[in-house]
């Protein structure tokens, strides 16, 4: 078994392999990757195996490699306030760093064919939001995931800007998907085993392009034996958000907003991440076949021209400069510090207001 990229120490070097490799290409999708460990999404006696390139699965749960989701996340060409479906949403893991990126405004909607990934995938997500500092460092847009065959969504569902299918689509459910989009939207789906990005252009234009060869394991197709009925899926309402909800949002923005005037004020860096300080060594190589388990058996990268570089395997160990060189027990610095949450329970209101703006959180 194989991977694109070398296995990291943790989730910040498995993203910097990512990097490195040219998985991960633009700001927003480092940030949604760098804010949600992948090892949270595992259970305990796998962890060992999270920061690997490689996909996983147990029973009905399952991970697709980081390369495979760095490259739908990268497709996907996410903004805040878009629409996302998850078709087959799994953990929530992708769903989640969505999330991050569509902000308070959007709507994040998944379909899952199994009821215990959907528990487990909410059991995830509830993790996130109470113990995550990273949910302090965006808007988060919460995924909402409802059962059952994504071939069986009800005809009168609204469209969406962007739309995910994680299992391998045949030809005769092309135009099934491409229908779940708006005009302008983006679809990602393993079609014919490539990993296919769709634009529709217009009521009836499409735009394809080959983004990597995979193999996915096939739909399930709907099973009509015990009634001979479609059981439709009915997704979420898009509803309008409480205005106590608003008040919550505006009410943490404008604290984020002191907190990094205050910190630009001191040279500080506000919310954002603390820079690392490891030194480590990076293998740069390049894998023309990438071996998965189960649902991604292989996967490897279509050529472009902008592939022509790096094309020979080198170790190399990082420059860092010289101010960053200290003592072994300087190198790792300490715990980032949540300001955002210091200075809601520091503020003169009720305890019971102060955990609803951290979302309910224990103290």
């Not at 995931?145 to 459910?173: M, W």
């Not at 080959?210 to 479609?230: C, E, R, Y």
Request: glycine letters at 6%.
């Amino acid at each position: 078994m194989g991977g694109a990229v070398s296995a990291g120490e943790d989730n910040d070097e498995l993203i910097d392999n990512l990097k490195e490799a040219q998985y991960i290409r633009t700001e927003l999708v480092e940030q949604a990757f760098r804010a949600i460990d992948r090892a949270d999404y595992y259970l305990e006696e796998f962890k060992d195996n999270a920061y690997k390139d490689l996909a996983w699965k147990h029973g009905n749960i399952h991970l697709s490699a980081p390369c495979i989701y760095s490259e739908v996340m990268e497709a996907l060409d996410l903004q805040p306030g878009l629409s996302f479906l998850n078709l087959g949403s799994g953990t929530g893991y992708l769903s989640s760093m969505v999330g991050l990126i569509l902000g308070p405004f959007g709507v994040n909607h998944g379909v899952e064919l199994h009821s215990d990934v959907i528990e487990y995938a909410k059991q995830k997500l509830d993790f996130f939001i109470k113990t995550s500092d990273s949910f302090d460092r965006f808007e988060f847009c919460e995924p909402s995931f409802v059962i059952g065959n994504c071939l069986e969504i009800s005809p009168d569902c609204t469209q969406y800007d962007r739309v995910y299918c994680g299992a391998g689509v045949q030809k005769e459910h092309e135009d099934y998907m491409k229908n779940l989009l708006k005009v302008g939207g983006i679809l990602v789906m393993p079609l014919e085993e490539k990993l296919t990005k769709i634009t529709r252009t217009g009521p009836s234009a499409w735009e394809t392009k080959k983004i990597l060869a995979v193999s996915f394991a096939p739909l399930i197709q709907p099973n009509h034996a015990d009634s001979g009925k479609s059981r439709l899926v009915h997704l979420p309402p898009v509803a309008v958000r409480s205005l106590q909800d608003l008040a919550r949002i505006a009410i943490r923005g404008t604290i984020k907003k002191i907190i990094h005037q205050e910190a630009m004020s001191k040279g500080g860096n506000g919310l954002k991440n603390p820079p690392r300080f490891k030194r480590r060594r990076v293998r740069r190589r390049r894998m023309e076949t990438i071996v998965f388990l189960d649902k991604e058996v292989f996967a490897s990268r279509i050529s472009s021209p902008s592939d022509d570089n790096n094309n020979n395997s080198e170790d190399i160990e990082e420059e860092r400069p010289e101010e960053e060189e200290t003592k072994p027990s300087e190198l790792k610095p300490d715990p980032p510090v949540n300001f955002l949450r210091e200075k809601v329970l520091s503020l003169p209101l009720p305890d019971p207001l102060k955990y609803y703006l951290l979302y309910y959180r224990e103290k």
